[in-house]
């Protein structure tokens, strides 16, 4: 088992930035490729970034290109989502969520996620 949690969600204007963190505990982190997804209301949970085990691979989807940055520190079992230029449109629920080996933009293909943590963006 792989428990996540998230924190540093709230509320921003449009424009402002927020650093969402997720931890991990439970086995080797290092183990598991990591990804951030979102989930509006009325709307599927969709796929935001996705991060390698190493960290060498990275992946957004195509709204949140150069505005957010996903890393991680396989020292700290932590994985952060940095949110710049933050829109309306980025407000949401987001989940970390912990896949076995490989990365996947798929939220099925995941093994283990987090509570979420609420993201609000005022225009």
């Known amino acids: 088992q792989v428990q996540l949690v998230e924190s540093g969600g709230g509320l921003v204007q449009a424009g402002g930035f927020l650093r969402l963190s997720c931890t991990a505990s439970?086995?080797?982190?290092?183990?598991?490729?990591m990804g951030w997804f979102r989930q509006a209301p009325g709307k599927e949970r969709e796929f935001v970034a996705t991060?390698?085990?190493?960290?060498?691979?990275?992946n957004y989807v195509d709204s949140v290109k150069g505005r957010f940055t996903i890393s991680r520190d396989n020292a700290k079992n932590t994985v952060y989502l940095q949110m710049n230029s933050l829109k309306s449109e980025d407000t949401a629920v987001y989940y970390c969520?912990?896949?076995?080996?490989?990365?996947?933009?798929?939220?099925?293909?995941?093994?283990?996620w987090g509570q979420g943590t609420q993201v609000t963006v005022s225009s």
């Open positions: 969520a912990a896949r076995y080996l490989r990365t996947s933009s798929s939220p099925r293909a995941y093994d283990y």
């Open positions: 991060i390698s085990r190493s960290g060498d691979s990275i």
């Open positions: 439970g086995r080797t982190f290092g183990d598991y490729a």
